[in-house]
């Protein structure tokens, strides 16, 4: 992004014209239906910093009454190609993992495995284009109350409420901070260490060799090995009908400000101000060091347009009384605070690599002819040569087309082909 576009805000109004709320109570509509502002700030250092707002998706199309929001960022690396890629076509490869002719329900308990689908077509399709660069992704799907967050890399998102509790969203899948990744990566196949500077002495953070990368998933990275996957953190909440605000960010924010700090600083702004000064609070403290993105997005009752202030002596008192609860996935550090408060439900987490837990068995589409849509890819495979190998690959998960297969093995260190008869 230029430095012109940098801070170019945009916002919903929250106003709803007095014919639709008419329309809504004449319908039986659930007027409860929250509303949802946003902003977003940016300033770039390398201009590598994507981020993709729509706020008009339909899960049926042509139905506004169907009508969810997309808000993504995406910070790349060693170019800007993955993330320009991502960008333009990861929301498709999602939604074209959701089967069809679902409820609202049926669709929100189908979208954690639609968005790992979806992040793996991806970096395959990237990988095909023999590009180099890559790109973190924290893509979050927001629908009425429920909030769904994938992630790969360091962008975070965070969720303040009501109550002053500030919760993390994602995970960090940095090689410093996450043991369990290190440990992943290095029996995939990776090593995890330092740079190695003249003189011998290691420098800087742990990286994976080959490749030196310091994050331990992303999308792209071709060049780097197969251990850094596209597999991404979801998490799905649901808040009370208080609401609450989002602030996705690219590290950029976050290595200069803390979860809270970052909360704090806007409260009682709406979201096109709290975005302008979080980037402005990180850049005071720290400099433009790094590209600097923020989305920030405000799901609230109708009516109350504004998250309000929350007095600094209540929110401590609060975060103090909240018991650490352990997430049932241990990739994450934090403790959790988000039920504790009764302000959000939590739906689903998982943060597995192991493509074969994150996915559901897939049924054959003709179980004459044995044709089945790949669950990562969604395309039609027809019975082959490969067949067997393919019922032998079910076993142990979904059913996948053999491109896909290949994938899956690679990113878990395993040889491309399936080993010939056991002796
Ligand atoms: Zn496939």
Redesign the pocket.
């Known amino acids: 992004m230029s430095e012109k576009e940098a801070f170019k805000m945009k916002t919903t109004s929250p106003l709803v014209a007095l014919g639709t709320l008419i329309g809504r109570e004449l319908r039986h509509e659930n007027v409860e239906k929250p509303t949802v502002s946003y902003g977003q700030a940016a300033l770039a250092k390398k201009g590598e910093d994507y981020f993709l707002i729509k706020p008009d998706c339909y899960r049926i199309s042509g139905d506004p009454t169907t009508s969810f929001s997309v808000f993504a960022i995406f910070d790349g690396h060693n170019g800007i190609s993955a993330a320009i890629f991502a960008k333009e076509n990861l929301l498709n490869n999602i939604l074209s993992a959701i089967p069809q002719g679902c409820d609202r329900e049926e669709w929100l308990q189908a979208l954690p495995r639609a968005l790992v689908a979806g992040f793996v077509k991806t970096d395959i399709e990237f990988q095909q284009k023999g590009e180099t660069s890559g790109t973190t992704v924290t893509f979050v799907v927001i629908d009425e109350w429920t909030i769904t967050v994938a992630s790969v890399g360091d962008s975070r998102c965070i969720l303040d409420t009501q109550t002053g509790v500030v919760s993390l969203l994602t995970v960090d899948h940095r090689l410093e901070e996450n043991v369990e990744e290190r440990e992943r990566v290095t029996a995939s196949g990776g090593e995890v260490g330092r740079l190695n500077i003249f003189g011998g002495n290691a420098v800087g953070p742990l990286r994976c060799w080959p490749g030196g990368l310091c994050l331990s998933r992303s999308i792209g990275d071709t060049d780097v090995g197969e251990f850094i996957v596209p597999i991404p953190h979801v998490k799905q909440v649901k808040l009370s009908n208080s609401g609450g605000r989002l602030i996705i960010a690219s590290d950029g924010i976050w290595d200069a400000l803390s979860s809270d700090m970052a909360a704090q600083c806007c409260r009682g702004l709406p979201a096109d101000l709290a975005a302008k000064l979080v980037v402005k609070e990180a850049l005071r403290s720290r400099g433009l060091k790094d590209d600097t993105t923020c989305v920030v997005v405000d799901i609230v009752p109708y009516g109350h347009p504004v998250i309000p202030q929350i007095p600094k002596k209540k929110q401590n008192l609060l975060t103090s009384l909240i018991p650490g609860k352990r997430f049932h996935n241990s990739l994450n550090k934090e403790p959790n605070k988000l039920s504790a408060v009764g302000a959000v439900e939590e739906l689903f987490e998982e943060g597995s690599a192991v493509l074969s837990e994150r996915l559901g068995k897939n049924m054959p589409l003709n179980s004459n002819s044995g044709t089945f849509r ?1 669950a ?4 039609n ?1 027809a019975p082959n040569d490969d067949l067997s190998e393919t019922i032998f690959s079910h076993s142990s998960g979904p059913m ?2 053999s ?2 297969r290949k994938k899956k093995d690679a990113m878990e260190g395993k040889r491309a082909i399936v080993p010939t008869l056991m002796t």
């Open positions: 790949c990562v890819c969604q395309g495979e996948l087309c491109k896909c």
